[in-house]
């Protein structure tokens, strides 16, 4: 079966890092663009980061530059996102999806004081 | 960056009735190269993660019902739902991937009378 498994989310407070991690399984990991994608309690789409199939290139909106890394280990069949200095604006459902067909289930990332 | 502006806001309709979402983008998504437009639709039920529509305007995601259609290019594109059913309750969102940062329409709530 084809999936995407995201993890790592949580309560944070402002300021701090986390990791999510998103584990495929069912395809080739190694041949497919990772994407991130971010949705607010209650509000519409956005994307957050990209990175190309052998990880070699990435790509970030303005507003996470410099503070969100993405990066994917073909070895293991996981990609990850690196969020550091989270704000509270930061916090929504974070989804990871290759390419743009598969989805994972989301993870909640919640920043607050 | 290339704005998409997507329209109605929400609609209801009854199960069988036809209802169109609209898409503009502030630059045309037409490559050169390939002729191809970068414009997908992607469908969010309650609780879920997006799913895939339609890729490339108009190419229906394998498994997609063929009530969904994607039509238009450069600029102005539409997903039409013919004979809405109950199971179609969802938002739906437009993507374009023709260039960075990737951007989504502000979405579309169906609700079924």
């Known amino acids: 079966e084809v999936q995407l498994v995201e993890s790592g989310g949580g309560l944070v407070q402002p300021g701090s890092p986390l990791k999510l991690s998103c584990a495929a399984s069912?395809?080739?990991?190694?041949?497919?663009?990772l994407n991130w994608i971010r949705q607010a309690p209650g509000k519409g789409l956005e994307w957050v980061a990209s990175?190309?199939?052998?990880?070699?290139?990435?790509y970030y909106p303005d507003t996470v530059k410099g503070r969100f890394v993405v990066s994917k280990d073909n070895a293991k069949n996981t990609g990850y996102l690196q969020m550091n200095n989270l704000r509270s604006e930061d916090t929504a459902m974070y989804y990871c999806?290759?390419?743009?067909?598969?989805w994972g289930q989301g993870v909640m990332v919640t920043v607050s004081s | 960056d290339i704005v998409m502006t997507q329209s109605p806001f929400s609609l209801a309709v009854s199960e069988g009735e036809m209802v169109t979402i609209n898409c503009k983008s502030s630059?045309?998504?037409?490559?050169?190269?390939?002729?191809?437009?970068?414009l997908a639709w992607y469908q969010q039920k309650p609780g879920q993660s997006p799913k895939l529509l339609i890729y490339?305007?108009?190419t229906r995601q394998s498994g997609v019902p063929d009530r969904f259609i994607g039509s238009g290019s450069g600029t102005d594109f539409t997903l039409t739902i013919s004979d809405v059913q109950a199971e179609d309750l969802a938002d739906y969102y437009c993507?374009?991937?023709?260039?960075?940062?990737?951007?989504f329409g502000s979405g579309t709530k169906l609700e079924i009378k």
């Open positions: 490339y305007a108009s």
């Open positions: 990175i190309n199939p052998d990880g070699s290139s990435t």
């Open positions: 999806a290759s390419g743009g067909i598969t």
């Open positions: 630059q045309s998504l037409l490559s050169s190269g390939n002729q191809k437009n970068y």
């Open positions: 993507l374009q991937h023709y260039s960075y940062p990737l951007t």
């Open positions: 069912g395809f080739t990991f190694s041949s497919n663009w």
